[in-house]
Structure formats: C-alpha cells, structure tokens
C-alpha cells in the first residue's frame, strides 16, 4: 500500500522574511515537478514504512512492480477492444512507436527493469496479478479492463500525467482540460512520479551506503529516470491525442467520441467491463464457451508469468524467451482479440498459485508443464470454437514449452 | 563505396523513420492493409516446419498478405540501395555495428524516447525482432522476392542477432564494446554460410545461440 501525506507548503517570501516568520504557514498545494526533489516544494511525501533505505526500496520497488503490471493489462485490454477499422490507434506489438500496444509494451518493459532491479538488489521480482477493478492507492479512481471510451481515456491521460500537464492556468481556458475535467472531474494530480521519484532517492542513498555488499545500481538507477519520463511525455502525449480524437488511427474523424458506444463506428467494441472467466463470481463470463476461452487465455497469462518468475529468480533467460516466443506473441494476442470479438475480454484473472508457488526451480518447471498441459488439453477440446488453425498454433507452442521445460 | 559508421547510422536512422518511429502514409497504409501482421510471417512458419507442410501451407498462409509483405520488402530494398548501392559488404558492415550497438545517433526521435543506438530492442530473449525479420524474409522469398538477394540480407540479419546476443550491448551506453576482429570472424564464418532452412532452424530458438 502507497499511503501519501499532503505536505505543508512554504512560499519562498514566507521562509525569507522575518516578519512573518511566526505566521501560520499557510495551507497551499502547487503543481509540482517531482524531478526537482526539493524539501521547499515536495507537494506530498511518500509515508514510509521502514526507515532503512534498503527494505524501504525493495517496498516501493514492489509496490511500483504491481502498478506497472496493472496498468499493463489495462492497456492492451483496451488496445484488444478496439475496432479493426481503427487499428492505427493500436499499432504494431513492438516497444516503439505509436499505439496502444507499444504502449503496453513499454509498460512490460518497465515491470521488467523493475524486476530486474529487484533481481539486482537480491530479492525475488514481485509479478502480483490484480484482481479488477484495482485501487491503485495512487491514483483517485480505480483501473478497470474495459473497452476504450472518452472516460477510460480521460483517466489514461490522468495517469499519465505529470501534476503540470494537467493543471490549469489562472485566467486560461484550455479545452482540453475542461473536456478531462467534465470526464474526471476536479482530481489533484497523480503520484506515480512521486513513487519513482522517492525510488531514484533511496536507490542512490543504497547506491552509496549500501547495507551490505551489492552490485553497482547506476543502470538500474538509469533506467528508473527512463520510466518516469517516458510515461509523464510520450504516454501522456499519445493518450491526449486519442482524447481529443486527433490521432492519424482515426482516419481524419474527430468526432468519434461523441457516436454513440452502440455505433458500428464508434472505436471500440462492446466488450465486458472486469470479466473474469471463475464461474460463481457475480463478474463471471456468462457464454460458457466464451469463459472456457477466456480460461485458457488465464493459462496462457500465468504460464507467462510463472516464466517469467523463473527467469527473474534465476536469471535464465532462456525461460523469457518461452514466454515471448510460445505465449506472449502468439496465444495471448490471438484470445485477446477473439474474446473482445466475443463481447467479453480476455481477463487476467489473478491465480492462487502466483508466479511461484514451488519450493525451487525444478517444481516451478514441473508446474509450469501441467498448466501447460492443461491448457493443451483445453486449446484440443475448443479447437472448434477457435478454428483448426488457430488451435493447431496454439497446441503446437503449447507442446514446445512442454519440451522445453522437460530437458 | 568506402563504409564508415557515420553511413550506418545514417542508413539505421532513415530505416527506423520510415518502418518504425515515423511512419510516412505509405508504410502506414501498409500496415493497415496487413493488420496484425507482425508475429504471423515467424510463427506460422515454426507450425508448418513442424507440421511437415512447410513450404506450400506456409505460402498458403501467406498468401492473403502478399501485397503488403511485398511492399514493405520493397521499402526495405529501396533504403538499402539508396545507401549502399551496389555494395553488400557496406550493408554487412551496417548489420555488424548494429548489432554490436555503436551506433549513437543524437537525433529525435530516437534521442527524445530515449533509445539513442540504433540497435535492436530488448536483449537476448526479447530480441523478438530478429526473429520477425526471418519470418518476414521468408514469406518474401516464397511469395516471390529475390530469393539470392534476400537471402544475403537474412544473413546479415542473423549475424547481427548474433553479435547482439553475444555481446549484450546497452541501449543508452555510449560506450558499449565492440567486437573483437576474432570473435567477429567465428560469427561470420558460422553465420554468412548458412541456407535458408539452416537460417530458419536457428532462428527457431530464442534467444538464438551465437
């Protein structure tokens, strides 16, 4: 849990002049750039749990872990929604580049510093799932996985915002804001450069007395810079722009927003808010068909996850490579976009399991090869459903990990 | 043509423009037409390999995707010649410094999104990319491409994926370590030999062994 405390402001006359040195401080926010981490004009601190620079980082570092994940699903859920007549918004699935799934590539690409951070500092990576919707702590509305609309993206652009992106002017109108407002309404401005910035002051404080023997953190430390402002400029930019409706995906309309959700051309797809594929939950996927998929797209999620757990702990990079090369580039793009066709979404459910539920690599490799299994089983009783091909892809990446994993 | 790495980073820097960081219509319009096209050409080829079908099920697949796969290796030849006309060892000498991650170019975009090398993204097991441009080559040639000219670039691409691999370079590091002559020649002694199914075979693990 990230718990902030509001800190008191000081103007500048007020800490220079005497005379009104006794006065009340007065009570004021500022719109804040956390790079510059000065003492005068912190707008909110960070509560601290531990008071070792060590624990402290390794808690945040894990608590930064589960938003970046988070915030990853909830992206390419919403890339899945969208219609193919718009798939200019979406983009290639690489790491540059314009679309939502570079966006939530960059997103992985963070929980994979992240982890490889906390790999680094000699503790295990942290690849938490949420269950949706989640309340991030830091930011004033919860994440949902939901089809893309105006309000979804009001509250990327939110999330992605640094405190001055988003901050009126006195005496200045700016459309923009008036439009994020009438989606969010009035919102003090998001703290996740806040969290990154509080991580870059303990990682150097680590850096230079660390509390025992570690290797050098300058690139971790880096990289750590690299997130921050990766998300509070590109992210911010793109999200604006399919805000406003101006990205080049939209072929010249930028009045999508205002058709009607029911419209065939209006963006995205009518596709379930927080589905999850557990029968019983009130949320649950009611075509048993479309759960049994969205099931096997779970399978497919915590396979990822289980793998990439591996690679982090033991850094064995050939176990990410599984996961890229049998599931992430293939399964999980494919069940994404047929359960979003389906009018429900793939659900990243959270599993019991976790990412490492064994005592030691050679389990986790032993339980990474039954849900395989499991899931080769169920692509082989649904191949129907999914089409002969599209199973036969799928049974034959399934069966490779199998192989792979029993060396 | 003499080959300099200011002429690599200059061919990487329009190369990227065009098929990644800046898009011009053309290219855009493409990857419209071809949808989610990226992983398509990589594993379809691994199941039809597998399966034994490979190659008429493979061309069967990609058939529907011709005339964009066609274009954009059109796009990639056009780039190529314009900087190295009529020189394979220049375009060799550009796949081995990109591969090798010495390639600091302080232009945006590249610079303002931080990637200021121009390598390729991810290291080792993410280096996704590689094995797509196989993938890609591969539909190229059986829908009808150069085979012998394409093959030349498929193995430039597969020697650079090995010297990355190799190597691990960092993007951001304005000092990553060249190769040395000896350990580029045992790469280019393996690499720049190998046939098509060959290319395919290695291309087939991720990451690839160097």
Redesign the interface.
């Given at each position: 849990m990230i718990r902030l405390r509001k800190q008191e402001m000081f103007s500048l006359d007020e800490i220079i002049d005497p005379i009104d040195f006794d006065a009340a401080a007065p009570d004021f926010v500022e719109a804040d750039d956390v790079t510059a981490i000065d003492d005068i004009t912190r707008e909110v601190e960070i509560i601290s749990d531990f008071q070792t620079p060590y624990l402290e980082l390794i808690r945040l570092l894990r608590e930064s872990a589960e938003i970046e994940h988070a915030l990853m699903v909830q992206y390419l859920y919403a890339a899945f929604s969208v219609r193919?007549t718009y798939?200019?918004i979406v983009g290639?699935?690489?790491?540059?580049?314009?679309g939502l799934l570079p966006i939530a590539i960059q997103e992985m690409e963070h929980l994979?510093d992240v982890c490889n951070m906390l790999a680094t500092l000699g503790v295990a990576p942290n690849l938490v799932s949420q269950a949706f919707p989640f309340d991030a702590d830091i930011y004033p509305f919860a994440l949902n996985l939901e089809r893309l609309s105006l309000h979804s993206l009001a509250k990327y652009v939110f999330t992605e915002a640094a405190a001055e992106s988003i901050t009126p002017q006195p005496g200045e109108e700016d459309p923009f804001l008036t439009l994020l407002m009438e989606q969010l309404g009035e919102q003090e401005p998001n703290h996740l450069g806040s969290v990154y910035a509080r991580i870059i002051e303990l990682a150097e404080q680590v850096q230079s007395s660390p509390p025992f023997q570690l290797p050098d953190l300058t690139?971790h430390i880096?990289n750590l810079r690299?997130i921050k402002?990766?998300g509070e400029?590109?992210h911010f930019k793109f999200f604006k722009s399919l805000f406003l409706g101006e990205h080049?995906g939209f072929n010249g309309n930028n009045q999508v927003w205002k058709l009607s959700p029911d419209d065939m051309a209006y963006p995205s797809l009518p596709v379930q808010t927080n589905p999850t594929a557990y029968e019983g939950d009130p949320n649950q996927i009611p075509d048993p068909d479309s759960r049994s998929i969205a099931m096997l797209g779970n399978l497919h999620y915590w396979i990822i996850l289980a793998l990439l757990d591996l690679?982090y702990r033991h850094s064995n990079?050939?176990?990410?490579?599984?996961a890229?090369?049998n599931h992430m580039?293939?399964p999980l793009?494919s069940l994404g976009?047929i359960l979003a066709a389906r009018g429900v979404g793939l659900p990243f459910d959270p599993s019991n399991l976790g990412s490492s539920a064994g005592k030691d690599e050679a389990t986790n490799r032993k339980m990474i090869r039954l849900i395989s299994l499991e899931a080769k089983k169920l692509t082989e009783d649904l191949s129907t459903v999914l089409g002969t091909d599209e199973a036969?892809?799928q049974v034959?990446?399934l069966q490779d990990t199998i192989d792979s994993l029993s060396i | 043509m003499t080959y300099t790495r200011q002429k690599g980073i200059e061919f990487w820097f329009e190369y990227d423009n065009v098929f990644?960081?800046a898009?011009p219509l053309d290219v855009?319009q493409a990857?419209?037409a071809l949808?989610?096209f990226?992983?398509k050409p990589?594993?379809?080829l691994?199941?039809r390999r597998?399966?034994g079908t490979f190659p008429q099920s493979f061309i069967n697949d990609m058939m529907p995707l011709r005339d964009g796969l066609l274009f954009l290796a059109e796009r990639q030849l056009q780039i190529i010649d314009a900087h190295f006309p009529g020189s394979d060892s220049d375009v060799q000498s550009a796949f081995e410094d990109f591969g090798q991650g010495v390639l600091w170019d302080n232009r945006p975009p590249r610079v303002?999104?931080?990637?200021p090398i121009h390598m390729m993204?991810?290291?080792?097991?993410?280096m996704?990319?590689y094995?797509r441009w196989n993938g890609f080559i591969r539909a190229v040639i059986l829908l009808g491409g150069d085979e012998a000219r394409w093959l030349t670039i498929n193995r430039f691409v597969a020697l650079a994926c090995a010297i990355q691999t190799k190597l691990n370079p960092?993007q951001?590091n304005p000092n990553n370590r060249p190769i040395q002559s000896a350990e580029l020649q045992v790469l280019r002694d393996k690499w720049l030999v190998m046939s098509t199914d060959d290319l395919d075979r290695e291309f087939g693990?991720?990451?690839v062994i160097p």
């Open positions: 193919e798939a200019g290639p699935a690489v790491g540059h580049g314009d994979h690139t880096t690299h402002s990766q400029d590109a080049l690679s990079q050939g176990y990410l490579g599984i890229i090369g580039t293939g793009m976009k036969d892809q034959f990446m | 990644l960081l898009v855009r990857y419209a949808g989610d990226i992983d990589r594993n379809q691994r199941l597998f399966q303002i999104r931080g990637i993204d991810g290291a080792a097991a993410t996704v990319g094995h960092g951001g693990r991720l990451p």
